[in-house]
C-alpha cells in the first residue's frame, strides 16, 4: 500500500512567510539601534585615544593646549599676514605641516606663506597663511584655523604618525569617510582633493586654545540690533600681547563642563540626508545644525559622553537666568560674532529649533566661542 506524501498546504507556507517577516520587523530596528550604539561606544574610543594624545602633547609642552602660532604675535596686531610682521624669521615656525604627498611636495601652513619671499618659497606642493595658524578666525566669518586640523603633524606624531588615520573620523561620519577612504591605505603622508570635505570629524576647543582674556566677558559687547533679547559678540580683535598663547590644561576651572574635543558633524539623530544644501559644496550638517544633534563629546576631565544640543541650549537659558549683569545675562557662549552675526554657522542649521525660530541670533556655539575661553563652560551638567 503506498503512503500519500504530505507537504504544507499554501496557507501554511503563507502564515510561516508571515511570522517570519514579522519578527523581522521587529528585530530590525532593535539591530539597526544596537548597530548605532556600537559605532557611538567606537567614536566615544576614538575620543579617549584623542585625550590620551592631548595630555602626551602637554606632557611636552608644559600641559600647554595645541598652538600653532608664537605667542607674541598678538604683539603685532589682529591679521600679521604675508611676512612676519615683526618677528624674528627665526621665531615663524612651521608647526602646521600636513605631510609629503606622492609628487615629492611638502603641503602645510606657515606664517609667511603667502609672501614670495617666505620660508616655504621655492618648496613643491603647497603653503598656507596664518588665518589658518591661529585658533580660529572669529573676524573674517571664514571659521579657518587650527582647531579643526586636528590631524595636522605636529600632533599626529601622538596618535600613531598618520594624517590619515582612522581615529580622526568617526564610524558615522559617512560623507567624509567616503572622502578619505581611499588615503588610508596610500604610503603617502598626505593628498587632497578640494572638490571633496575631508576635514577630520573631530574638533578642539578653539576658545580653549586662546588665552582666556580673548573671550572673557568683561570683553563682552551689548548685544547687537539683529538681537537684542539675547546680547553678546565675541571681541572684535586679539591685539593683547599674550592673545595668542595657549592656556595650560589645568586651568580649566570647570574640567568635567568644559568640552575640549567634540564630533563636529551631526551624526546622532540625523535628519534631511547627509549633505547640507546651505554650503556651495558638498560638506555634512555640523553638530549645531539640529536641535535633536546629539554629538560625542570629550571634557577637560578626560570623561566623554554623548550631549544632547537641545540640553545645552536649556543650559544656556538658565545660565541667563541665573546669572544677570550689565549689558544682558551671562550666556554659556558668545551668541553673535563680530564679522558673521550667526554665530558658528548657525545660519545653516536644518530646523529652527536651534535657530531660535528664525530669528537673526543663533544659539549653538558651544566649544567654538565659549564665554571666558578655557575658564568657562559649554554645559552645565555631566550626562545630559
Known amino acids: 500500500m503506498n503512503r500519500l506524501k504530505k507537504g504544507f498546504t499554501i496557507v501554511e507556507l503563507l502564515v510561516v512567510v508571515a511570522i517570519i517577516a514579522l519578527l523581522i520587523a521587529i528585530l530590525l530596528p532593535a539591530i539597526g539601534k544596537a548597530r548605532d550604539a556600537a559605532l557611538v561606544t567606537q567614536s566615544l574610543g576614538n575620543l579617549r585615544n584623542l585625550v590620551a594624545a ?9 600641559d600647554r593646549q595645541y598652538t600653532a602660532c608664537p605667542d607674541e604675535i598678538g604683539l603685532y596686531g589682529n591679521f600679521p599676514t604675508g611676512a612676519c610682521a615683526g618677528i624674528v624669521a627665526s621665531q615663524c615656525i612651521p608647526q602646521m605641516v600636513l605631510g609629503w604627498d606622492q609628487t615629492g611636495g611638502l603641503w602645510g601652513y606657515w606664517i609667511a606663506g603667502q609672501n614670495p619671499s617666505g620660508r616655504c618659497a621655492g618648496w613643491p606642493g603647497n603653503c598656507g597663511n596664518f588665518i589658518v595658524y591661529q585658533p580660529c578666525d572669529y573676524w573674517s566669518g571664514s571659521w579657518l584655523g587650527s582647531w579643526r586640523l586636528t590631524n595636522c603633524k605636529a600632533f599626529n606624531t601622538y596618535v600613531n604618525g598618520r594624517y590619515y588615520d582612522k581615529v580622526f573620523w568617526a564610524p558615522k561620519d559617512k560623507l567624509t569617510l567616503e572622502n578619505v577612504q581611499k588615503y588610508f591605505e596610500m604610503p603617502v603622508e598626505f593628498s587632497y582633493d578640494q572638490t571633496n570635505y575631508e576635514e577630520p570629524t573631530y574638533c578642539w576647543s578653539p576658545a580653549a586654545m586662546w588665552s582666556p582674556d580673548v573671550l572673557a566677558w568683561s570683553r563682552r559687547l551689548n548685544g547687537t540690533a539683529g538681537c537684542p533679547a539675547r546680547p553678546g559678540a565675541a571681541p572684535t580683535a586679539a591685539l593683547m600681547p599674550g592673545a595668542y598663547r595657549s592656556p595650560s ?9 568644559k568640552w575640549r574635543m567634540w564630533e563636529h558633524q551631526w551624526l546622532q539623530n540625523t535628519e534631511g540626508g547627509e549633505v547640507n544644501p546651505a554650503f556651495n559644496t558638498p560638506t555634512p550638517w555640523f553638530y549645531n545644525h539640529g536641535y535633536n544633534s546629539a554629538p560625542a563629546v570629550m571634557c577637560f576631565d578626560g570623561h566623554t559622553q554623548v550631549v544632547s544640543i537641545a540640553g545645552i541650549q536649556q543650559d544656556d537659558d538658565l545660565s541667563q537666568a541665573q546669572n544677570p549683569g550689565v549689558g544682558g545675562s551671562k550666556t554659556l557662549w558668545f551668541h553673535s560674532i563680530t ?3 550667526d554665530g558658528y554657522y548657525s545660519n545653516g542649521a536644518y530646523d529652527q529649533l536651534v535657530y531660535r525660530l528664525g530669528q537673526s541670533c543663533p544659539s549653538v556655539a558651544a566649544g567654538v566661542a565659549t564665554v571666558d575661553g578655557i575658564l568657562g563652560r559649554d554645559m552645565l551638567r555631566i550626562g545630559d
Open 339 to 341: 564679522g558673521t552675526g
Open 54 to 62: 592631548c595630555n602626551a602633547y602637554g606632557a611636552d609642552y608644559n
Open 249 to 257: 590644561a589645568s586651568m580649566s576651572q570647570y574640567p568635567s563642563l
